[in-house]
């Protein structure tokens, strides 16, 4: 059918430009409850993505250009799609934009052989995996668990040349821990987002939430601090890359489309902090060639080859990262979609950083910045006071700041991690952070 | 009221659901089919582009076989007959069915359509279109700080059929909402933004705009140019609608989702027939609420839609339920079970979501403030069943002094604090009942559109 549409595409006369994805996935859910499964799903889907582009006119004559899309099921009339998304670039006149042309894809390492071959086993194993680690605990209790497996297949033609196809595969868990102590009860939930069974790291991630759950048992809602925080491991990969909800600050201001419509103030040149930068320079790539990283791929919707763009050098920004309308609009290269955040070790040791005393914040209950301003006040769900040797497990309480400001004044470790989007240092010691606990009154 | 057309493939298939669903009880203890189709239509309209796009469409069936214990699905993509047929044979032999009683469900049947004055699939794109720049026209020109307004016009439209051995039930649910967003910029080139919506389970006669209306966005923005971070504490509060109901959503919304009973992540469940709040908070879920933006007739289990009282006069009195936790927990079920698509499975998912309405005026309710705090709008949410915090992020607030709110504006705010004592301090609850359309997910997934609101109140807690 993939033939047919594109047979189709070339002669539409009145187009453009167009691009056609065929989409197939297919994968395997498994969910658990204390009880035992309380559901097993198996799931495929396909369909064709159109996207055309249209010579138009501005009102006033100037040559412009419009886009429309739209999908098909196979079996679906492709004609009847053409048109509809034909008649949608024709109604909007935007200014003149092109397609990326053929280039040669990077072999971006994306797939779990395994799950490609068999997503029902692969996770029930890594369903059963979770069940079987949790149980080595005895204080904690699993009360929950998700897994998903998906195999993505791609296979992007556009009418500039490029026909190009490749297969990914993304793993989902979840699994929340629960512990009671007397009236007391605690859990903690950890969300994780890899390309391979290999990179979950399940007993260490169980091993770890296990001991949070127990120290949540005993913690008090802290009182208000100003000073060094430290981030270590899966929330620092969340600062700095944000989650499923919330894109980081980092992206949205390094997007050309965000520098079009004016929400970014970045200028190429100039520095990223509004204030002195006291802390480790920062240097920033966006990469979609990191093998198995979560935002990884080999070309992206537009069919642009994966790249590792320098973003922030020395506190300096260097470059946007723009997709094809947009690079076109600003007049600077096309580096395609964002991919993942990427920062060189640092000069310290993680053991020197953790000097006392100091606040670690093991989970926020959502850190969700102002993507734009980089504002925030965020709820912290679980951490430790750190000093005289004693980590004071707390939760509750808001880290309260400015992204960019918090930037500006940290000092990051020479050890690095991969955590699925993020790709740097492991931990992060901000100097001068402030959380709002108890004591204060408005 | 209109006429329920389905997407021609759908409606070839629902013929037959009733001999698929005959097949799969062949061997499932309880067998149901659900059809889902997801489609819809963004525009986006601004000072340097428009774009016209489609909504991330989805279509396909859903076979579930539910044996007491496990719940066993196969999506299939598509309404094939000839593959949906094959499908349910290959499931159910496939499936390891326990043997299982099903408690017996009365009879549903009907089809159901949101009731729309403008109806959007009657629209032309031209005509949505030259809607939406005649909104963004009118913003962008009333201020010179304003570099750039941007329109965002995002209709949904749901089709679903559902058959089950007692049930054949079939609805389209239009939704439609329209985001004004004002970016400006101040001396110094920092850069702020407001934004408004309009939103609902129903056409285009929700989205008009008044001058007002336009105006107090562009307000908004210029006036986040001068605002503060607020000093972290505990303060007296009135909140908006909106804010009172994101509070609401991630309190006793995520809160008393019985899946979370299930697996004893929610605090509320210790708490049934117990006292949670003031006496004057009561809090239900309704996807029956006409017009709102999380309505639908019947959810994607085939439980058609009534209201919950979750809340009655601060007495914590039930939850909202998906099949499975209902079953599990023996509850009685409600009309909860929803899905993001047919890839996912159901969960107990909230709809419309709201305190009800109390009794006081705003005027009254602001004069008792000597010192507070008047919380505009809200951001974001997350809810904590477990450990029954809450965290709402406002874009911004506005200072109370003496009675009166002044021009001075504090942004962002994050609310924090303990769902029954933030409940517990409520002291007043005015006489409106406001509702806000958005996006509501479990944890950090499965999206599905709800409404949150209420009227304002009073009360105390922790802001940062």
């Not at chain 1, 949205?252 to 489309?257: C, V």
């Not at chain 2, 669903?21 to 997801?38: I, N, T, W």
């Not at chain 2, 607030?397 to 769902?419: L, M, Q, S, W």
Request: glycine share 10%; aromatic share 8%; net charge negative.
């Amino acid at each position: 059918m993939l033939n047919q549409i594109v047979e189709a595409l070339k002669k539409r006369s009145n187009l453009a430009g167009w691009t056609v994805r065929h989409v197939r996935t297919r994968g395997a859910q498994v969910y658990a409850v204390p009880q035992g499964i309380e559901s097993q799903r198996a799931v495929d889907g396909e369909r064709y993505i159109i996207d055309v582009l249209r010579n138009t006119s501005t009102p006033d004559g100037s040559p412009a250009l419009g886009s429309g899309d739209a999908s098909l099921l196979p079996g679906e009339d492709i004609g009847h799609t053409i048109d509809q998304a034909t008649l949608v670039a024709g109604l909007v006149a935007n200014p003149v934009h092109g397609l990326p042309g053929p280039a040669a894809l990077p072999d971006v390492p994306l797939y779990d052989t395994d799950l490609q071959n068999d997503a029902s086993n692969v996770m029930r194993d890594v369903m059963d995996h979770i069940r079987a680690e949790a149980a080595k605990h005895v204080d904690v209790r699993l009360t929950a668990a998700e897994c998903f497996g998906e195999v993505h297949n791609t296979h992007l033609v556009n009418s500039r040349g490029i026909n190009a196809e490749q297969e990914s595969t993304q793993i989902d868990i979840e699994f929340v821990l629960h512990s009671q102590k007397g009236e007391r009860e605690s859990e903690t939930f950890e969300a994780m987002t890899r390309r391979r069974v290999a990179d979950l790291n399940v007993e260490s991630a169980i091993e770890d939430r296990a001991r949070y759950t127990l120290d949540s048992l005993e913690a008090e809602a802290p009182t208000s601090w100003q000073g060094p925080v430290v981030l270590r491991q899966n929330a620092l990969a969340i600062f700095m890359a944000g989650d499923n909800l919330n894109g980081s600050v980092i992206q949205t201001l390094a997007s050309a489309a965000s520098k079009y419509a004016g929400f970014s103030p970045w200028e190429v040149g100039k520095p990223v902090f509004r204030s002195e930068a006291k802390g480790d320079s920062l240097t920033v790539w966006a990469n979609r060639c990191l093998p198995f990283g979560s935002a990884s791929d080999r070309f992206d919707a537009e069919g642009l080859p994966a790249q590792r763009i320098e973003l922030i050098r020395d506190n300096e920004f260097v470059a946007f990262a723009a997709g094809q309308r947009y690079a076109d609009y600003l007049q600077i290269p096309a580096t395609g979609a964002f991919g993942n955040i990427e920062l060189p070790a640092g000069k310290t040791p993680a053991s020197t950083l953790l000097v006392e005393p100091y606040i670690e914040i093991v989970q926020f209950s959502w850190f969700n910045p102002d993507t734009i301003t980089g504002d925030f006040g965020t709820e912290i769900r679980f951490g430790y006071l750190v000093q005289n040797g004693i980590r004071t497990p707390f939760k509750g309480g808001q880290l309260v700041g400015n992204y960019m400001d918090a930037l500006a004044d940290v000092r990051w470790s020479s050890e690095i991690g991969f955590f699925g989007s993020y790709f740097g240092p492991h931990t992060a010691r901000f100097n001068d952070l402030k959380i709002a606990g108890q004591g204060q009154g408005g | 009221m209109t006429e329920l057309k389905l997407p021609i493939a759908m409606a070839e298939l629902r013929p037959v659901l009733g001999d698929i669903v005959e097949l799969g009880m062949d061997l499932a203890p309880y067998f149901s089919v659900l059809l889902s189709s997801r489609h819809g239509l963004s525009i986006v309209v601004d000072n340097r582009e428009e774009r016209v796009t489609e909504r991330a469409p989805t279509a396909g069936t859903v076979l579930s076989g539910f044996d007491g214990s496990t719940n066993f699905e196969r999506a299939v993509g598509g309404f094939n007959r000839e593959e949906i047929l094959a499908a349910t044979r290959d499931f159910i032999q496939g499936t390891p069915f326990q043997k299982y009683a099903p408690q017996a469900e009365s009879e549903r049947r009907g089809d159901f359509v949101t009731p729309v004055q403008i109806d959007p699939l009657e629209l032309s794109v031209q005509e949505k279109l030259d809607r939406c720049r005649a909104v963004q026209a009118r913003a962008k020109v009333r201020d010179a700080r304003i570099v750039n307004v941007r329109v965002v016009y995002n209709e949904l439209n749901e089709h679903a059929v559902f058959a089950d051995a007692s049930a054949d039930l079939a609805q389209r649910v239009q939704r439609v909402n329209m985001f004004v967003i004002v970016i400006v910029i101040g001396t110094a080139g920092e850069v702020r933004y407001d934004f408004s919506a309009k939103s609902g389970s129903a056409g285009w006669e929700v989205l008009n705009w008044s001058d007002e209306e336009i105006q107090s966005v562009v307000d908004g923005a210029l006036a986040l140019l001068n605002a503060e971070r607020i000093e972290p504490g505990e303060y007296r509060i009135i909140t908006t609608p909106g804010v009172s109901g994101t509070i609401c959503h991630e309190s006793f919304g995520h809160g008393v989702e019985t899946d979370m009973f299930l697996k004893e992540r929610a605090r509320a469940a210790h708490f049934i027939d117990k006292v949670v709040g003031s006496p004057l908070v009561n809090i239900a879920d309704d996807p029956s609420q006409p017009g709102s933006y999380g309505s639908y007739f019947f959810d994607d289990e085939g439980h058609m839609a009534a209201p919950t009282q979750i809340v009655e006069n601060g007495i914590f009195r039930r939850g909202i339920t998906d099949r499975y936790s209902a079953t599990a927990l023996e509850i009685p079920r409600s009309a909860n079970g929803r899905r993001q698509d047919y890839s996912r499975k159901a969960y107990a998912r909230m709809s419309n979501t709201f305190f009800s309405p109390g009794a006081s005026t705003l005027e009254e309710m602001i004069a008792q403030v000597a010192h507070g705090i008047f919380l505009d709008k809200w951001s974001s949410g997350m809810e904590d069943p477990q450990g029954w915090g809450i965290q709402v992020t406002c874009h911004y607030g506005h200072e109370i002094k003496g009675g009166k709110i002044t021009d001075r504006v504090f942004a962002p705010i994050g609310i924090t604090g303990y769902v029954p004592d933030v409940l517990q301090s409520i002291t007043a609850v005015s006489n409106v009942l406001e509702m806000d359309g958005g996006t509501c997910g479990k944890g950090h997934k499965e999206q599905v559109p709800v409404a949150s609101g209420g009227p304002h109140l009073l009360l105390t807690a922790r802001l940062g």
